[in-house]
Every structure is written in C-alpha cells, then in structure tokens.
C-alpha cells in the first residue's frame, strides 16, 4: 500500500481547527430540531433559540469518542467492510434526479434505474459497496421510496448499503428493514450495518430532516456520514482555507452531536466541499479547488483520529467525453491517494452530482480499478526484484518466454476492462469511443448478473413491512 | 443635479450599498426629483452592469452587489415617490420569488433574483419553505406578471404544482405566469405541471420573462 500523502503542514492543520473552534464558540450553529437542542443544554451548552454556542472542551472531548475505525456489516460478510484505517471504499453516485444517456438526451430516473446500478455495483470488482440513493426513482410516490429503495438494495446485493437520511422517520424505516434483515435490532446495535449520509446546511445549519436522521442512527447504533458541502464563493467564503475551517466546524458539531447521544457512534468526517462558478453561481466540482478540499479533509480526519469520505468521479460535464474523464480522474486519484476512506460518487455522476449514466458508470469502474492498483503500490519480494529473469536474459535479449514473465505479469499488472489498447487498425474496424464501449458493457453486464438468493423468509418479513408502511 | 445621477449610476455599478444610500438620502434632503433619480441614477447603473455581465466581464457577486446596492436606493426613494404621489414609471415586470414548502434552499432563488434585478425588474423575493397560497397572495398584494418557485430537491419540487393548483382552484391561472426552476426540475416537469416557463439558469429565466412579457 502506498503511503498516503498530505497537502497541510501539521501546524496548518490546526490552525484550521483552531478557526474552526473559533466559529463554533463566538458565531455558534444554528440546529432546528428541538430534540436536538435538548441534547445540546443537557450537555450545559449555552442555547439560544435556535443557536447553539459550543465550547472548545466540548468539540475536542467529543471527538475523540469517535471511534478510529469500525466494521460495517453486509448481508454476505465476504463484503465486509472496515471503514477508516488505511482502507478504501467505493461506491455509486448519490442522490442524481436525472439519468444522461448515451445519446445525449436526459431523462427523470426511475426505480428500474436504481435497481440496475445496484446490480452494475454488485457486479463491480471494484466497487466495494452499493451505496445509496444511486438514482431517485421519480417514479415511486416520495412516501414510499425509502422503502422501495432499501428493500433493492437487500435484494439485488449482498454487499453493504446506505439507509435513508430523510428524517427521523424513514431513517427508523431504513433501521426496522435492517434488523430483519441481519435478525433483530438488539443484533445491529452491536454491529453496525447501515451507514448514512447527514449533511449540514451550509453555512453553519441542520436543518430538522437531516438531525431526526442522525439522532435516530445514533441511537440505533448505526454509522453515519456527516458531511458538509460548503460551496466555496457562495454558501461560503471565495478563500480555500476559510472554506475548510467553516466545513471543519459543521462536521465538528455534527458529530459531536451523535457523540453526546451515543457515545462511540461509529462516525465518517464528510466533504464534498466545491466552489460555486463566479459567472453563472452554479456548484463546480470537478475542479483544482475540490481535488484540494479532498484532499486537505482526508488529512483532518487523520488528525481528528475518524474515517473520512469526499466525493470520487466528480465532475461538471454533460456527457461522458474527455471533460468527464480528466476532471473525474483528478477527484477520485485526490480522494485515492490522500487516504479518504470513504468514497461517495466514485461512480456514474455527471453534471455536478445532477445525472448518473450508466457510461460514465462503466469509465468510473475503470478508474476505480486503475487506482485501486496503483495504490497498491510496487512488490519488493524476489518475484518483485525479478534479478533471476534478468540474469537469464543477459544484455540483448527479451523476456516474454520467460517462466517469471508469465506468472508475475499476473500478479503485478492489471488488465483494463473498458480502455482500448488495440492497434489503430483493429480499433478502426468498429471505431468505438469510450462512451459507445461502455454503452455495450453496462447492458452485457447487467445481462449476465444474478442476484444472490435472499432467505425467502427474511424476503417475506421485508415485503410484509413495507406493506404495512405504505 | 445631473452629476449626482451620475455618482448614483456609479455606485450601483460598483455594488456599493453605502454610498448608493448616502446619494439616496441627499436625493430626499435636498428634494431633487425622486423618479429622475431612479430613472437616470439607479435604473441606468444596474443597465450597465446587466451589459457587463452579459458580455462576460463582470462576475456573479459584482451583479448581486449590484442588486442588493438598488435595493438599498429603491428602499429610501420610493417611499419618497409615493407620499410625493408620483409614478415611479413603468418597471419591465414584476415578478414575486420564492423557494417552496418544505425547501429551505435559497442560493439558485438568489441569483435568480439579482439576475431579474438586473434586467430592470421588480423582484419580490418572499424567502423560503413559502406555501402555495402566501405566494399567491403576495402576487395578488403587488400586481406581479411573474411567481417564480424554486425547489431543490426532488421530495419538493411536487410543491411547485401545488401552487399551479391553488391558481386553478381560485381561478387565478390565467392572472400569473408560473415560472419553477431547480436542480431537479426540467421543461418536461414544467410541462407537466402546466407551468409557464422553465429555465435552467437564472439569466435564460429573464430571457425567458422577456420573451414571454413582450407577447
């Protein structure tokens, strides 16, 4: 494994945590969710109205009841996970409204399309997890989708997956489903099988959806995400370094908060923090600017001692061309090699976060593969070395017929899956671009996936509540 | 009297609320024609940096500074215009704005807001999570050609038709021009929803207003 390299001098690192502090004592946060409040004077924090002033000694105590790393658990515990650490996890895009397909043209996602990408993520040697809301299905009423879309995740992989984090209620859904799933709610509270995605209103709020979320979590004893997405230049200040410290005290508040309920709450420092375009106000990520907050947060998070997540495939394009592929690989390798443990979006996210396509899909599972192998980094050993086959060559000759070459070519390179290495004659014979090779791997993919069997009781427990919540 | 318009006009393009307001207050003091001042000060710089912006050599914060400094001014003269009973004269629309029920996002509706400014129309921004019927009712309050409803998620957006809904219910639809707009929105939800207009962006949303005004 590669080291992972920083982009902060330790001393500018708590200079940020310092400003951090700086914001949470004298300008305080704003928390509408009165549960949450209640928490927050118990502790003997100063509350007025809304506004919750926090004190240096509370945040820095909190904190280090964060746990360092911890396992969450998939329904097939090959697929177990442990998030933080020198680990990597990778997952689909989140929460995209749209879906762009391969002829240019945008459509309203479906329940069809978040079962398929659960399916391409079950599938993926890469990806380590299913993710969550990976497309909303406008399709199905918003009363029910929490339950339609947990219930596709359980049932289409047997990998790890994320609740919902649309309120106290559904976050409770998302729990209930859980414990029939992993047998009984007492089980999961020791072990951790959900993780959910909380994020902050920037700048310097939670609003009441997001907190019933958390606080339920918390209390289950469910992983959460707390992220904030400060957009640098509108919801916050046009100054990197200001930007971190105001993302630094709202995820610093958050999970202080799920600290002081549940003490231990297996927690992830969040960013996806980006700018906002100085000509038109809209988000921009997949630029310079976030591969830096990327990276700068995976580095906080080491210095708070928590798993960290950032976005992965991040990019503003339309459609998967060359744009969608230079600025994704500079977010996800930032992400990779800054040592994010958590990584939300590495897959299918066009158009700053508003469309998934299944191409681009396809080109992030490549990526992911790519940088998966790089950060293994290079093999030492004798085979590494490879002085042997060397001497056996001596000076002038070549080494594909020797013995080492073809066993250690496949320890040590990787095949592509989607990228052409043809000759230009052979390429020519069908002249496929990237798009039009992923457009018919997705969909031979998908053909040729099979579910693993779910206990057919355990499938009926989970059909019969949501019959009972719809 | 003539050079004060001008330090106005100025200081509207320079996004600067302080000074914007001192030259207001001076217009009132020494009773200098309010209407010439927003007419040939304030209406002639936010021209200017509308221009700019559409050529592409001022930013985004230059053209909200701007707004938020031609806010400041109509604040103090148009209160002066009405006890005087003058017509402040013609704007190019009226439009009330607001992010629906259940949405606390306001940065699009914002820009949105400075962008309709700049073009020389009068926004009523209403703020956020509006229901359908305080909408409609601040329209009805000031005449407006336009309700814009913003929604930015997709468990919100349902709340733009509400509003086209309360319109139809009271028959008010054909009153105003229902224009939504948000991440999650398309012309074909607009369609659907049997609202007006649709816009990805803030300055497509006033071509949109022109074009439509102008029928």
Known sequence: MLPKYNVLTEEQVLIIHNE???????????????????VFRAQGLKVEGNRVHFTREFIEGK???????FTLHARNPEHNLVCGGENIIYMPGYGAPFIQLADG?????????????????????????????????????????HLKMIYSSIKNSDKCF??????????QDSIEMAGLLFGGKDVIKEKPV?????????????????????????????????????????????????????QNAEVLAGIALAQSINPGTPVVYGSTSALSDMRTGSLSIGSPETALFISASAQIARYYGVPSRSGGGLNDSKIVDAQAGYESMMTLMAASVTGINFVLHTAG???YFMAISYEKFMMDDEMAGMLLHYLKGFNFDEDGLAYDAIAKVGPGGHFLTQKHTRRNHKKEFRTPQLSDRAAFDAWSKEKLDTNQRAHKQWQEVLANYVPPALDENIDKKLLEFIAQRS | MKELFLELKQAIIDGDEDIVGELSQKVIDESINPVDAVQEGLIKGIEVVGELWKAGEVFLPDVMMSAEAMKVGLGLLEPEIAKLGMSEGESKGKIVLGTVEGDIH????????????????????????????DFVLKAQEVG???????????????????????????????????????????????DEIGADGWAESADEAVALADRMLAK
């Open chain 1, 20 to 38: 951090s502090i700086k914001i949470l004592e004298e300008i305080g946060m704003d928390f509408e969710y009165e549960p949450a409040l209640k």
């Open chain 1, 63 to 69: 904190i280090k009841l964060a746990p360092a790393e």
């Open chain 1, 105 to 145: 043209t945008r459509r309203k996602s479906t329940m069809q399309d978040y079962e398929n990408i659960v399916k391409l993520a079950g599938a993926s040697k890469n990806l380590h997890m299913t993710g969550g809301t990976v497309a909303e299905p406008q399709d199905i009423p918003d009363e029910i989708r």
């Open chain 1, 162 to 171: 994320m609740g919902s984090a649309e309120g106290r209620e559904r976050a």
């Open chain 1, 194 to 246: 959900l993780i959910s995605l909380i994020n902050s209103l920037t700048p310097l709020k939670f609003d009441e959806r997001m907190l019933g979320a958390l606080m339920a979590y918390a209390e289950a004893g469910q992983a959460v995400v707390v992220a904030s997405l400060v957009m640098a230049g509108s919801t916050g200040p046009a100054a990197l370094v200001g930007t971190l410290a105001l």
């Open chain 1, 349 to 351: 996210i066009l158009q």
């Open chain 2, 106 to 133: 306001d940065i699009g509706k914002n820009i949105t807001g400075a962008m309709f400014t700049a073009a020389g129309y009068k926004v009523f921004d209403i703020g956020t999570d509006i229901k359908a019927e």
């Open chain 2, 144 to 190: 407006a050609d336009i309700i814009g409803a913003s929604a930015l998620l997709t468990t919100t957006m349902s709340a733009q038709k509400q509003i086209i809904d309360y319109l139809i219910e009271h028959n008010l639809k054909d009153q105003f021009k229902v224009f939504i707009g948000g991440g999650p929105t398309s012309q074909a939800y607009a």
